[in-house]
């Protein structure tokens, strides 16, 4: 089975609007993080946001929000107030595993965000 | 944030010859770090986990002797592929675990990528 789930391959969303992608997990370790990643053209990945599978509350940094679901096991990513330099790929990811276990990341196939002025 | 640093960024080479992808850590040391391949509109897959001063592990149907990883230092891992053919043509990513005071224990960095294509 698919550890990670993304199953929008491609948005569009007008500048200074807010979109949310879809993620959904699969485990069956209590002890899991969950990451998003942005990769634009140029190819480097550039880490958003992460949530631990402890965590009480939603991780949020700056227009970056992760509404997590931990019974329904998803992870969407939401993006306040989108920007043209928004447009990219985003990969959502997951860790398994102890805090101090750092190894196996799955990553999702991406969802390609378009942002139109 | 902590920095990634690949070399070189793109490298086209000939069927039957080795290509070596330098992965460093500019201003942090990293015990661990991780090589990934991605195929054009695919996503990544992790191929091996590089740790300081042993050997690497391989994920299942990643073969060693043609993927070499030598992790020398604490900011320097390498990906030599030994005998490339035009399926290797890939982009190589590296990342590195960010340890020590002050950081999350989360944080992991990614390197741009290499750019491979075998002829």
């Not at chain 1, 550890?3 to 007008?14: A, E, R």
């Not at chain 1, 370790?29 to 880490?47: R, T, V």
């Not at chain 1, 398994?96 to 991406?110: A, L, P, T, V």
């Not at chain 2, 944080?107 to 290499?114: C, H, I, K, L």
């Amino acid at each position: 089975a698919q550890k990670i789930t993304q199953t929008q391959p491609g948005m569009f969303v007008q500048e200074k609007e807010a979109v949310t992608l879809d993620c959904t997990y699969d485990t069956s370790d209590p002890s899991y993080g969950l990451f998003w990643y942005k990769q634009p053209s140029s190819g480097e990945m550039i880490f958003l946001i992460y949530q631990g599978s402890y965590d009480q509350q939603n991780a949020t940094e700056g227009r970056y929000s992760l509404n997590f679901q931990k019974a329904r096991k998803s992870a969407n990513l939401v993006i306040s107030a989108s920007q043209l330099g928004d447009s990219a790929m985003y990969f959502c990811a997951m860790r398994e595993g102890s805090r101090d276990n750092f190894n196996k990341f799955y990553f999702g196939s991406g969802t390609k965000l378009n942002v139109k002025p | 944030g902590a920095v990634v640093s690949q070399h070189p960024s793109r490298v086209i080479c000939k069927s039957g010859t080795s290509v070596k992808i330098e992965c460093r850590s500019l201003d942090f040391q990293a015990t661990t770090m991780f090589w990934y391949r991605q195929f054009p509109k695919q996503s990544l897959m992790l191929m091996a986990t590089s740790n300081e001063g042993s050997k690497a592990t391989y994920e299942q149907g990643v073969e060693k002797d043609k993927f070499l990883i030598n992790h020398a230092s604490l900011t320097l891992s390498t990906l030599t592929v030994t005998s490339a053919h035009p399926e290797d043509s890939s982009f190589y990513i590296c990342s590195a675990r960010v340890t020590g005071a002050g950081t999350r224990f989360y944080e992991q960095y990614f390197g741009p990528g290499t750019r491979l294509t075998v002829t």
